[in-house]
């Protein structure tokens, strides 16, 4: 089993559409979670950020993280044509030099108008 | 926030020559650097991680004199890419971290390096 997995899509859904990305992870000591957006032939951007569990709520973009369930997701609302890239996972036990991030493999979204 | 670059974003390269790839934290300072490399349709892989002033840190099947690292100052570390072959084709990319203050920022990357070998 990886340590961290995604469905790598590809998913479309219209313009205005509400979008949930998920990711699973198998190990406990994860404590920090993200959200990257990553275009294409770029380096990846990061649009969520969270500390153990909860929500985090940034415009339109939400970020749930279940350590019980060890589960995560991003949820876009109100989704745009401008949205459409890969959405990676990635989490860590530490920070500093324990901090190398484990990513999931990334989901295609595509909106269409 | 925080904000890295990466340079140069293209390379071409002739099989066997080297290719040096710099990273830079431009408004902090960077203790911890992290090397990523990225292959069609596949997820980021950590290939080392670097710390300012002693040697990097290689993940396993990453060949270190290969890979050669170099994280001289807290703004700036470099990956140099030795006798070049075309299977080290790919994309790489850096990640800085200013140490306990990554929490405020997640981890931020560089825009990425396309490395072609031919």
């Keep these: ?113 | 926030g925080a904000v890295v670059s990466q340079h140069p974003s293209r390379v071409i390269c002739k099989s066997g020559t080297s290719v040096k790839i710099e990273c830079r934290s431009l408004d902090f300072q960077a203790t911890t650097m992290f090397w990523y490399r990225q292959f069609p349709k596949q997820s980021l892989m950590l290939m080392a991680t670097s710390n300012e002033g002693s040697k990097a840190t290689y993940e396993q099947g990453v060949e270190k004199d290969k890979f050669l690292i170099n994280h001289a100052s807290l703004t700036l570390s470099t990956l140099t890419v030795t006798s070049a072959h075309p299977e080290d084709s790919s994309f790489y990319i850096c990640s800085a971290s200013p140490g306990d203050l990554a929490l405020n920022y997640g981890y931020t990357f560089g825009s990425g390096t396309r490395l072609t070998v031919v």
């Design chain 1, 1 to 113: 089993q990886k340590e961290v997995e995604q469905d790598p899509g590809p998913l479309s859904v219209p313009e205005g559409a509400i979008v949930s990305l998920n990711c699973t992870y198998s190990n406990s000591a994860f404590q920090y979670f993200m959200w990257y957006r990553q275009y294409s032939r770029k380096g990846p951007e990061l649009l969520m950020y969270t500390y153990s569990s909860g929500n985090k709520e940034d415009g339109r973009f939400t970020a749930q993280v279940d350590k019980s369930s060890k589960y995560i997701s991003l949820f876009i609302r109100d989704s745009q044509p401008s949205d459409s890239a890969t959405y990676l996972c990635a989490m860590t036990r530490g920070r500093g030099s324990q901090g190398n991030l484990i990513f999931g493999k990334g989901t295609k979204l595509s909106v269409k108008p």
